[in-house]
């Protein structure tokens, strides 16, 4: 299974391997027989919610160098030095110093939500997308056929985010956003090594918000529970939001953000698009460029594939 786990990375242009936080137990849990039929059992928020806990412990503040060195994380880039986070959930869900992320502010541009590996794929059929071979119906994922039904012909923008990853998500573009609503489901892994296991992780536990976006149109927004995570939390507050504004953070674990974009909005970059049909996800970094509002007129490094 060692292959699901490379990535492109944008920046550098180099493909590398991610490092995987409790591999052995993906692998375990969704790999093989008995951890399938644990499974089945696992993954319910009490244990999500209590395996949280103990990360939110000050006994848990003792693994945060060894969380940093084994994952590769910059903590220069944290808000704060790392010895005044509590614990490893506090430094787990930490915001970043201003600059560390600058916002592509140029008009018309949709910006990356969060950190993370990056996946843009065409609705199949109008209202289904293929992920690791994985068939997910926009009905479920929303709990809405209705609401499925308006992003008929477009793309699916999904972006996971590893425990190495800063883990706070952000609006992709200005607009006014609805209140969240909120889907119940179990907490499975959103990793590749669990939905190549057949892992229903796009039913986890999920948080739902309309944006009514400036530059693209209604843009569904739809962050993903996962096992370990015991909560989502939303900051912002419903009515008028800025691209790039912080609009909540996970809590300790493994999540996915999946922006919804309705057809003939937006041009996806070249990039993108080409590692996507090749199945390889790309690590784009929050406030980056990913595509441009279709009125815009797109750039040679821009593909012309529209949602």
């Known amino acids: 299974m060692s292959d699901t786990t490379r990535y492109l990375d944008r920046d550098s242009g180099l493909v590398r391997d991610e490092p995987v936080y409790g591999r052995a137990a993906l692998e375990f849990f969704y790999g093989t027989r008995l951890g399938r039929a644990t499974m089945r059992v696992l993954p319910h928020r009490a244990f999500s919610t209590f395996y949280g806990w103990l990360q939110r412990q000050p006994s848990s503040r003792a693994r945060i160098p060894n969380f940093i060195d084994r994952l590769g994380i910059d903590p220069g ?16 869900c930490r915001r970043l110093k201003p600059d560390a992320r600058p916002i592509d502010q140029n008009p018309g541009r949709f910006v990356m939500p969060a950190d993370g590996r ?8 109008g209202h289904r997308f293929m992920i690791k071979g994985h068939q997910v119906h926009v009905a479920e994922l929303l709990c809405d056929p209705a609401e499925a ?4 012909g477009g793309n699916a923008v999904i972006v996971r985010l590893a425990p190495c990853d800063y883990h706070r998500f952000h609006f992709p573009d200005s607009g ?6 909120r889907a119940n489901g179990r907490l499975h892994s959103v990793h590749p090594i669990a939905l190549l296991g057949g892992a229903p992780s796009f039913r986890n536990q999920r948080d739902i918000t309309q944006l009514e976006s400036d530059s693209f149109g209604r843009v569904t927004l739809v962050e993903i529970g996962a096992l370990a995570v015991g909560t989502i ?16 953070y996970f809590r300790f674990g493994g999540s996915t953000v999946v922006a919804l974009v309705p057809a003939g909005r937006l041009v996806l970059d070249a990039d ?9 996800e790309t690590f784009i970094k929050m406030g980056s460029s990913i595509g441009t509002a279709r009125s815009v007129q797109p750039t040679s490094g821009e ?5």
Request: a negative charge; proline letters at 6%.
């Open 77 to 92: 880039e944290a808000e704060h030095p790392v010895e005044r986070y509590p614990s490893l959930d506090a430094f787990f």
């Open 118 to 125: 990056t996946l843009v794929l065409p609705m199949l059929d």
């Open 149 to 152: 039904e308006f992003f008929d």
């Open 176 to 181: 006014q956003a609805s209140e969240t609503r």
């Open 233 to 248: 939390v939303q900051t912002y507050r419903a009515g008028p939001v800025e691209k790039g504004q912080e609009k909540g």
């Open 272 to 280: 993108l698009v080409a590692a996507s049909n090749d199945g390889i």
């Open 303 to 307: 593909a012309d594939r529209t949602t």
